[in-house]
């Protein structure tokens, strides 16, 4: 058991890391892993500038620019007008991109369940309260 917050804060990002490559490494996914991550923060976003995803995902803008395009080529993101700023663009996820998404995350969530399955009853509560934990979290600094 972490003694400590610190010690907490790193062995939780450790050990979510090592469950995403374990997931990501097990799955034939329908799209590149960066293309899904990039994907799925559009969807948290609902729309945004492609600057503010290069931030997002620390990546210069034309590495950026490269990545949307290849989900705007596979109809999974759209580009439209930005209101505020005729110079800008932003990037929403479509239905086909939503459908895409929801596949990669099903696919992934497969190789987890097995394992989960073998839990009893005590420690998968412990789980689930633990990701409505997490949830409350990542709500509260959205």
Do not use: H
Not at 4 to 28: C, I, W
Not at 30 to 53: K, T, Y
């Amino acid at each position: 058991m972490p003694s400590t917050t610190t010690e907490l804060g790193v062995d939780l990002l450790a050990v979510v890391a090592r469950f995403n490559r374990m997931a990501t490494q097990r799955t034939r996914l329908p799209l590149p892993w960066a293309q899904a991550r990039l994907l799925s923060m559009v969807e948290d976003r609902g729309e945004a500038r492609i600057s503010d995803l290069a931030a997002l995902d620390n990546c210069a803008q034309p590495t950026m620019t490269t990545q949307v395009r290849r989900l705007e080529d596979a109809g999974l993101v759209t580009r439209t007008p930005d209101p505020s700023d005729a110079r800008a663009v932003l990037i929403r996820i479509t239905d086909d991109g939503r459908a895409t998404l929801q596949r990669v995350r099903a696919d992934r969530a497969a190789v987890v369940n097995p394992m989960l399955e073998e839990l009893d009853a005590a420690d998968r509560e412990v789980l689930a309260a633990s990701v409505e934990v997490l949830r409350r979290l990542l709500d509260t600094t959205s």
